[in-house]
């Protein structure tokens, strides 16, 4: 038998291959099979799989789409329906992850209990909570593995969709979260139970690790347990800075770390009493005691994609040592991935489990050769990682760090080999009596401290790293190629010519409109405002998403990575219609992470701001046209009835950004001079509210197309239906975020054409369907 497969070839590599194709195509399809047909082809592929090992990627390909799209639509089938969104509930279950808190607010995943008591649509499923405190109050303590009786209010899963690669409702199906919301105050919330599980040990260890002095403990508890709570934005942005997430969070390697530990107390024991080989040889007992102990760490530290992956490919290995087999790091690494996508295809949809499976793919290719030092190694496998997996990085990430390999080259061994064996020994310490694991941790921390202000200093290095922008579907496969042709062997010809391939990967899918053309994103911010817009060398912000007191902030996690997306490293203008924090509370973000020209705002408006904008400012960028139409010169400031109305034109052909105004400022504009209020597209005045949106206001715009920037299900039950009955009354058609995700107008001489992010991307996971 071969001694690469050493197995049958129905669990090899073509299996692996065709399960995983299979499955893919099923999940980035725009819609799902009827379920008889996914039901017809998963049976003919398992049939096929049994009876055709010759052709067995064919089979499992087969079996990968069927058994996918049979998983995705139950899943799917399960989300909340659209009868109970808003509706008080009672539900009783289980917090079944590590709750995170802030001043404000306590937010954690709860498994309703699976009994007749429940809400039928919710037994024993997931949900998302957000428990909000009362004014002055602290939020609510919550337990890990705790039980609840809780009151609330829930929603379909609801992401924001613009260009990029940020997806939440994703997200969401593959963590089967079937709806959101909140916890109504008040004295009908109960605890029936303190934290107990696998969940409260893991929270346990955390705390105990939090109690020391060092500002590195948050760090330690990311490395010994998964546990990333205490971990900040900064953070967060130095680690991606450095291309070092994958040391943070719990990878392979830890697995195998206590895998070897518990092997090495099995030695040991064995040892110390040899009567025990006579029951167990010890070899077998080493073997058994390192799969039982890594599986435990598996589970206490949240079983993430890459830490089973090694769990599943230790198990295999172990299996054939046991029974005499011979297996290599290919067969593993298949049997593994095989395993993970039967057990949960929707594993596929994680970026996780495709770097942890491409990473390991990489090394056993390239570095299969052996017989160099252990430096050269250790060298070729770190330039084998970074170029390997650049590609899927900036697939899932859209971002690279060309100061990776130099961070990995120190973080590697100074925190995979020294730091993280000594969070580890803490948590075998701990376990054996509360305390004494907090030497081992100090001392962890004490290490980390040591190389972490080399990080903070290679993260302020402007070049170090870039955002990418969204290409082209054929660029990432491209690159893939381009990284194979470089990391192939030397004899292979044309490497320098390889680099080509990695051009596609730079190229925005959105170039720059032509001179005399205008292009307007509506970026879906939620329940507040962002557009884009774009002339052939220029850029405009019109206001800059919301920001909360809660800390979300949309300048930092909507807008900075659409205008990547876009491809948009500089903004001449930004224009902030009022004040208010829905559109103006991203600004220092924004400024913060792309160099701004210039800012401007209404007069007198309570913000910081170079210029003011006012009735008669007119000026022309690359053949586009732009006029202020509102607010007066030197006007007081009132707020939304003062928001800059910007009109953009081309041509006979115009746009007009409303802000916030009300029916007394359309009003006063309409008597001023209807002329300048002429568009074809109109971004609808204040959301779409009730007091907004006035007949002769509607009749004077002429708009063929109005378009609301709201949050799904928001509070102000924003676009109002009366004021949308107002628009389609005058012959408007009516687009709103919420459902229509970003969207994208094209201006220029000839007219103007409209597209919505989610009709361009459509997804099976899309909240916009209908179960």
């Known amino acids: 038998m071969h001694a690469e497969t050493g197995t049958s070839p129905r669990i090899g590599l073509q299996a692996a291959i065709g399960l995983l194709a299979g499955a893919m195509s099923c999940l980035w399809a725009p819609w799902l099979a009827p379920r008889w047909v996914l039901i017809a082809l998963a049976i003919s592929g398992l049939v096929l799989w049994w009876k055709l090992p010759r052709r067995i990627w064919i089979a499992t390909a087969l079996l990968g789409f069927g058994w996918a799209g049979i998983v995705a639509g139950a899943a799917l089938q399960s989300r909340l329906p659209t009868g109970l969104e808003g509706r008080e509930l009672v539900v009783q279950g289980r917090v079944d992850n590590l709750p995170e808190q802030d001043s404000k607010s306590t937010r954690f995943q709860f498994a309703v209990d699976d009994d007749v008591a429940q809400q039928a649509e919710l037994r024993g499923k997931r949900i998302r909570l957000g428990w909000f405190a009362a004014p002055d109050q602290a939020p609510p303590q919550i337990e890990s593995g705790s039980r609840w009786r809780l009151h609330v209010k829930l929603k379909r899963p609801h992401g924001l969709r613009n260009p990029g690669v940020q997806d939440s409702e994703r997200g969401m199906l593959v963590d089967r979260i079937v709806a959101t919301g909140s916890v109504k105050g008040g004295d009908g919330n109960e605890e029936l139970q303190a934290g107990d599980g696998i969940d409260a040990l893991r929270d346990g260890i955390a705390q105990r690790i939090e109690q020391g002095s060092s500002p590195s403990r948050r760090f330690i508890r990311a490395l010994a347990v998964g546990d990333t709570r205490g971990l900040s934005d900064d953070d967060w942005t130095i680690l991606r800075a450095n291309g070092l997430t994958h040391l943070i969070a719990i990878s392979g390697s830890h697995v195998a770390l206590t895998a070897i530990l518990g092997s090495a107390l099995a030695w040991l024991l064995w040892q110390s009493f040899p009567d025990l080989g006579r029951s167990l040889p010890r070899r077998t007992a080493m073997l058994l005691a390192g799969i039982v102990v890594a599986a435990f760490y598996t589970a206490l530290s949240g079983g993430e994609v890459p830490t089973l992956r090694t769990l599943l490919m230790m198990a295999s290995v172990a299996s054939a040592v046991l029974l005499r087999r011979r297996m290599g790091a290919v067969q593993a690494l298949a049997i593994a991935a095989i395993a993970l996508t039967l057990i949960d295809p929707l594993n596929l949809l994680r970026p996780g489990f495709w770097l942890s499976f491409a990473g390991v793919a990489w090394l056993s290719w390239c570095l299969r050769e052996g017989g160099r030092s252990v430096l050269r190694e ?8 970074t170029l390997g997996l650049l590609p899927l990085s900036m697939l899932f990430f859209a971002q690279a760090s060309w100061v990776s390999p130099l961070a990995n080259l120190v973080a590697v061994p100074w925190w995979g080999f020294v730091v993280v064996p000594l969070s580890l020994l803490g948590v075998l310490a701990d376990g054996l009596h509360h305390g004494w694991g907090a030497p081992l941790w100090n001392l962890a921390a ?14 302020d290095w402007p070049p170090g790293q870039s955002r990418m922008p969204e290409a082209s579907i054929i660029a990432w496969p491209l690159a893939l190629i381009g990284a194979f042709w470089l990391l192939a062997p030397r004899k292979l010809p044309g490497k320098p010519l390889a680099l080509a391939l990695w051009l596609p990967m730079f190229t925005p899918l959105q170039p720059a409109p032509l001179p005399g053309e205008a292009r307007m994103q509506v970026i879906d911010v939620g329940q507040g405002q962002a557009i884009l817009l774009r002339t052939a060398n220029h850029v405009i912000l019109y206001d800059a998403g919301p920001a909360t007191d809660d800390g979300y902030d949309a300048g930092a996690t909507v807008v900075l990575p659409a205008l990547a997306a876009l491809g948009v490293d500089r903004i001449d203008l930004m224009m902030l219609s ?27 408006a309570p913000i910081e701001v170079d210029t003011h904008c006012k009735l008669g400012d007119r000026w022309e960028w690359d053949g586009v046209g732009f006029e202020v139409v509102s607010p007066l010169p030197d006007s007081e400031y009132t707020g939304n009835p003062s928001s800059c109305v910007l009109r953009v034109s081309s041509g006979d052909h115009a746009l007009l950004l409303t802000g916030d105004i009300d029916q007394a400022t359309e009003r006063a504009m309409v008597e001023r001079n209807p002329d300048s209020l002429r568009a074809d597209v109109v971004s609808m005045p204040h959301h779409g509210s009730a007091g907004s949106s006035s007949d002769a206001f509607i009749h004077a715009t002429g708009a063929a197309w109005a378009i609301a920037s709201a949050g799904y299900r928001n509070k102000f039950h924003h676009p109002n239906p009366k004021a949308v009955a107002r628009w389609t009354d005058g012959g408007t058609h009516v687009l709103d975020t919420p459902h229509a995700g970003s969207v994208r107008v094209e201006l220029s001489p000839a007219g103007v054409t409209l597209q919505t992010e989610r009709a361009r991307r459509q997804r099976i996971w899309d909240s916009g369907n209908q179960d």
Not at 378 to 385: C, D, P, R, T, Y
Not at 446 to 454: G, S, V
Not at 593 to 604: F, H, L
């Open 378 to 385: 250790f060298l070729g496998a770190q330039g084998v990682a």
């Open 446 to 459: 004490w290490l980390f401290d040591l190389a972490w202000p080399l990080f903070q200093r290679i993260a």
């Open 578 to 604: 009022h004040a208010d924090a829905d559109h103006a509370g991203g600004m220092n973000a924004v400024l913060a992470g792309v160099p701004v020209a210039a800012v401007q705002a209404p007069p007198n």
